[in-house]
Nanobody, 120 residues
Framework: QVQLVESGGGLVQTGGSLRLSCAASGRTFRINTMGWYRQAPGKQREVVAAITSGGNTNYADFVQGRFTISRDNAKNTVYLQMNSLKPEDTGVYYC??????????????WGQGTQVTVSS
């Protein structure tokens, strides 16, 4: 019903920047909120940022103004601009989309993840 493909991860030094992209395909007209989650080794997956179809955003406390989430509904793509990266930001970053069914129930769809590594 929905497929998500992430790109833009890589290796960067402390203080550097990366821009992640997530392209959605399939029944994209049913997608409400999209967002980014991350999972570090040995830790639970946690939300990084989220954005609604109307452009309202929400960020985790650890972002501390360093990241910006944006969305292009015409291109069915969500972005995460990450600046001032720290080693603690290292992990696999996953794109998420909340799919609205006809009965108003929601299902979470996930990309396969893109690796972000921040070296000291």
């Amino acid at each position: 019903q929905v497929q998500l493909v992430e790109s833009g991860g890589g290796l960067v030094q402390t203080g550097g920047s990366l821009r992640l992209s997530c392209a959605a395909s399939g029944r994209t007209f049913r997608i409400n909120t999209m967002g980014w989650y991350r999972q570090a080794p040995g830790k639970q997956r946690e939300v990084v940022a989220a954005i609604t179809s109307g452009g309202n955003t929400n960020y985790a406390d650890f972002v501390q103004g360093r990241f910006t989430i944006s969305r292009d509904n015409a291109k069915n793509t969500v972005y995460l601009q990450m600046n001032s990266l720290k080693p603690e930001d290292t992990g696999v970053y996953y794109c998420n989309a909340k799919y609205r069914h006809w009965n108003e129930a929601f299902t979470d769809y996930w990309g396969q993840g893109t690796q972000v590594t921040v070296s000291s």
